[in-house]
C-alpha cells in the first residue's frame, strides 16, 4: 500500500530528480532565461550554489538556448513532468 503522506511523483520521475531540479530552479532563479550554459553557471555561482548544482550546469552541451528549468532537467536526464491537457 501506498504512504497516504508521501508527495506523488510524476511517471518518469523520482524524488531524487524532483530534488535535483529544485536545487536548479534555487540556484538560477526567474530572471535569467532564456539562457546557455555559461550564463547558467556565472548565475549559479554568483548565487553561491552548491557544488553538485555546479557540476550539472557544467555538464550542459555549449551552444544551446535553454528556456526554463525543465528544459534543463531535460538535457541533464532527469525525469520530467509531462505538460497535462
Known amino acids: ?15 531524487g530528480d524532483i530534488e ?3 536545487a536548479l ?3 538560477l532563479g526567474k530572471e535569467v532565461w532564456p539562457a546557455d550554459r555559461d550564463t547558467l553557471v ?7 550554489a552548491r ?11 555549449e551552444g544551446r538556448q535553454f528556456e526554463n528549468v525543465q528544459d534543463v ?12 491537457f
Open 51 to 61: 557544488d553538485d548544482v555546479l557540476s550539472q550546469l557544467r555538464r550542459l552541451p
Open 25 to 27: 530552479a534555487e540556484a
Open 20 to 22: 535535483r531540479r529544485a
Open 73 to 84: 532537467a531535460q538535457a541533464l536526464g532527469l525525469g520530467t513532468e509531462q505538460q497535462r
Open 1 to 15: 500500500m501506498t504512504d497516504p503522506h508521501q508527495p506523488a511523483t510524476a511517471p518518469g520521475t523520482d524524488q
Open 42 to 48: 556565472a548565475k549559479a555561482q554568483e548565487g553561491n
